[in-house]
């Protein structure tokens, strides 16, 4: 289920998160982010998702909180070795 842009995962949560309740959304919700996709690219999906006024609150967080582990990672990766 991995794409390199993360489209599929990010566009698939909303689903996810409403067909399921409790503890298992939340691990979900951080099993299908798509971490190894993290790019500019992804980032910028992730904030036209966060843009949606509906958006379940607890939703965004576990996004925001993966949107911050990929900001990591880039910021890691542009360290020199």
């Given at each position: ?21 409790g503890l ?17 690219l ?9 843009d ?6 607890a ?22 070795s």
């Amino acid at each position: 289920m991995r794409s390199s842009s993360g489209r599929r995962q990010v566009q698939a949560l909303p689903g996810i998160w409403a067909a399921r309740s409790g503890l298992l959304r939340l691990f979900l919700g951080d099993e299908l982010f798509p971490y190894s996709a993290a790019s500019p690219l992804l980032l910028d999906r992730i904030a036209q998702f966060l843009d949606d006024p509906d958006l379940d609150p607890a939703l965004a967080r576990v996004v925001i909180e993966g949107r911050d582990v990929a900001e990591k990672a880039l910021r890691s990766r542009a360290l020199p070795s």
